[in-house]
């Protein structure tokens, strides 16, 4: 069904992976069974994008040779449906979706629990194996849509589809509720993501650890954390402090790195719960004073699951936040070179693209 007239070609953001981002014409195809095509509303820029593309091709496991096959970048794109394939019954031209940014096989065991992120059969990415949402259309599977519910912005639809799914399920599996003071380690987009929703979740007090003065002064500016310190060797003294000598009883690692992860190690109460969600580089730590003797749990988590983002969209409306409020910079399509400049530099929140036009 299709009730607008939509055009044969469109530009697009592809990334040649020398930290740039041109504008390529692509076509834009219409859906076939089972898929929609959705005008993009909004589309993020992720870590992950200026990490493994931008800066440079890299893989990862699963995946042989680059992980971006040269395909409009972009995996956290919000919309609305302009047009639907045959066999498309759960969505219909008009609705506003997100996109779980993965597209499994849907067969395997883990697509079976919805965590196309970890399928082991035929898997693409939108924005890295299939064309995402650096466009004015995105051809998607219907089967990942989620319903963007009407009391959050498109930008909202984008921050959900990677960043906050990806906090939530952190804290999820670590268990935050009103009982535990939270520590985050990290407060780039993922990082403020965590600390917004361990507000949703209940947690008791908040606290913030992150190098950069930039950042700590935007987190501030949120009113997010009841407390943010700079990273260094007198961090884990004032966390002590700030949780009455017992430390905190669940921290998440956004950070990505040994320091950030070895503090969120160390900072932990006993019978506390560490999660790690930030990619890249490795862990050390020494084990029996710091894990064991404090009986540590720690859980390695990746995105999250099609089921629980959903769960999400429906739980930030219900604790009345909105992502959009971490997005400190908003550009327009057409300077998407801009856009990924800052996000790969000095942006002290998240950055966004939007359509021409919608741009602040």
């Not at 990082?191 to 209940?202: P, V």
């Not at 040994?258 to 050390?284: K, P, T, Y």
């Not at 942006?347 to 021409?356: F, M, N």
């Amino acid at each position: 069904m299709n009730h607008t007239t939509i055009p044969s070609t469109m530009d697009g953001v592809y990334l040649p992976g020398d930290s740039t981002a041109v504008l390529k014409q692509f076509d834009v195809r219409p859906p076939g069974p089972g898929q929609v095509l959705l005008e993009m509303g909004a589309s993020g820029i992720c870590g992950s994008d200026i990490g493994y593309i931008y800066r440079g091709y890299k893989g990862y496991r699963g995946i042989d040779g680059p992980a971006y096959q040269g395909v409009v970048a972009g995996h956290e794109p919000a919309g609305r449906i302009v047009a639907t394939g045959e066999g498309v019954t759960r969505f219909g031209v008009g609705d506003r979706v997100l996109l779980y940014h993965i597209v499994g096989c849907g067969l395997c065991d883990n697509c079976r629990r919805g965590f196309y992120i970890s399928c082991s059969g035929d898997r693409a990415s939108y924005g890295w194996q299939r064309d995402g949402g650096h466009a004015r259309y995105v051809l998607a599977e219907e089967r990942t849509c989620i319903a963007l519910p009407d009391e959050l912005s498109f930008v909202d639809g984008a921050l959900i589809a990677c960043g906050f799914g990806t906090a939530y399920e952190g804290l999820r599996r670590a268990g935050v509720s009103g009982d535990h003071d939270l520590l985050v380690v990290g407060l780039g987009p993922v990082g403020l993501a965590a600390g917004m929703i361990g507000r949703g979740m209940g947690a008791a007090t908040v606290i913030g650890v992150e190098p950069s003065t930039t950042r700590r002064e935007w987190a501030d500016s949120l009113g997010i954390f009841d407390a943010t310190i700079p990273a260094g060797p007198d961090a884990l003294d004032t966390i002590t402090e700030l949780t009455r000598g017992a430390g905190a009883s669940v921290t998440i690692d956004c950070s990505g790195t040994r320091a950030g992860r070895s503090l969120a190690l160390e900072a932990a109460a006993e019978w506390g719960n560490i999660s790690l969600v930030g990619e890249g580089n490795d862990l050390h730590t020494e084990v029996s004073d710091t894990l064991l003797h404090k009986q540590l749990t720690i859980h390695a988590s990746w995105v999250t699951s099609l089921p629980t983002m959903s769960e999400l969209a429906t739980n930030l409306v219900r604790w009345n936040l909105k992502p959009e409020t971490v997005v400190s910079d908003v550009f327009p399509l057409s300077q998407a070179a801009r856009a990924y400049e800052l996000a790969a530099g000095t942006s002290r929140g998240k950055v966004c693209l939007v359509p021409d036009g919608d741009a602040a």
